[in-house]
């Protein structure tokens, strides 16, 4: 696992927590500051795994884990957000967050492993 982008995790999730119990109004906001906590290391992963193949003049397409992890990122996200809004009663805060937390938390995985 790429060291950056764990001490990012870690720095986002703690200021975006913190952010979100304060700040936070509803869950649509709470859901957006739990993106925010984990999309910083989730692009420092995924630019490494891009950068390899950005060093040839040749046209290369993208890697299989960086699409994977593209791929995964853009289903939690809109998974998530479809459910925030279609969900019957209102979540808190709190759950909101946490919800935005784990839609990129996969994607993340799959950039910062192997």
């Not at 910083?40 to 193949?53: H, I």
């Not at 397409?61 to 009663?89: N, Q």
């Not at 967050?97 to 799959?110: D, N, Q």
Request: net charge positive; aromatic share 10%.
């Amino acid at each position: 696992m790429n060291l950056a982008s764990l001490i990012i995790a870690g720095a986002g999730v703690l200021a975006s927590a913190i952010a979100a119990a304060y700040a936070a109004k509803d869950a649509r906001q709470a859901w957006m500051l739990g993106l925010a906590a984990i999309f910083p290391a989730w692009l420092v992963a995924f630019l490494t795994l891009v950068d390899p193949a950005s060093r040839s003049a040749v046209d290369v397409p993208l890697p299989p884990r960086a699409l994977l992890s593209s791929g995964a990122g853009l289903l939690g996200v809109i998974a998530t957000d479809y459910w925030l809004r279609k969900a019957e009663s209102r979540p808190t805060v709190v759950f909101a967050w946490l919800v935005g937390w784990i839609a990129l938390v996969p994607a993340w995985l799959i950039a910062a492993l192997g």
